[in-house]
């Protein structure tokens, strides 16, 4: 019963939430869809955090949607051995990147006051979902090793049974609990998703790709000089 609540139906219900909030976030309370900066509070701690957290995670993403959209492809490159350790290592250190990368973030937080002012609830509540997400993906890296190639026997058939809305429990009800588990936090990011920070995601500036070069000019009135040698004496004797 639990598994039919959990891999069944509230996959259904986080997806529904994230369309109709994100779309009803965008609607009404369109400024708060984009992420608040805090690096005008400090900038130096945000640059060794996010560009790991960012590049960990993007990282992570691309792989298992890879597995999800060719499988049979990703089985293939999975036959040579070396070729597979080179995807698990890739994994792994894309999963360290990650933690490192949210730690720094955190602790960038904890110690400026003035980021704690700015910090919500939620904030901290997607800090706590992400650890356990990133400490749930590595323990499986490392105690359930070769992932990447029964990752496209298990979780992409039952995955690929939710989106066909015929979902097929079978390829996960014998998969340890730490697997179980990372899925459903999953599912569980995904609800939350547009209640979060992350939803700025969706209106993440890709057209800066492409767009033409943006040219800024400071404009403003620059300090007058104090006139020196005769033309001080000069100043003085007017």
């Not at 890879?66 to 499988?71: A, E, F, M, Q, T």
């Not at 049974?161 to 588990?181: A, E, N």
């Amino acid at each position: 019963m639990t598994d039919l609540l959990f891999f069944a139906v509230f996959p259904y219900v986080a997806i529904v939430l994230l369309l109709v909030i994100s779309i009803q976030r965008y609607r009404r309370n369109a400024y708060t869809v984009s992420s608040l900066s805090s690096q005008f509070l400090e900038s130096k701690g945000l640059f060794w955090g996010s560009v790991p957290f960012h590049f960990g995670i993007l990282t992570l993403f691309a792989g298992h949607l890879l597995g999800l959209l060719i499988p049979r492809q990703v089985a293939i490159w999975n036959g040579a051995p070396l070729r597979l350790m080179v995807l698990e290592v890739s994994g792994l250190t894309a999963g360290l990147l990650t933690l490192f990368g949210t730690l720094r973030l955190m602790w960038r937080r904890m110690r400026s006051p003035r980021l704690m002012q700015v910090t919500s609830p939620m904030d901290r509540l997607l800090y706590a979902l992400l650890l356990f997400q990133i400490g749930s993906g590595l323990w499986i890296a490392l105690g359930c090793r070769w992932g990447t190639a029964w990752y496209i026997h298990t979780a992409v058939p039952y995955l690929r049974s939710l989106f066909i809305l015929q979902p097929d429990l079978k390829p996960i009800t014998g998969m340890p609990l730490v697997v179980r588990l990372h899925m459903l936090g999953a599912f569980v990011l995904l609800a939350l998703f547009s209640f979060t920070r992350l939803v700025h995601v969706l209106v993440a500036p890709i057209p800066y790709l492409w767009r033409h070069v943006q040219l800024v000019v400071w404009n403003r009135r620059r300090p007058r000089r104090a006139p020196s040698g005769n033309g001080a004496r000069a100043a003085r004797e007017a």
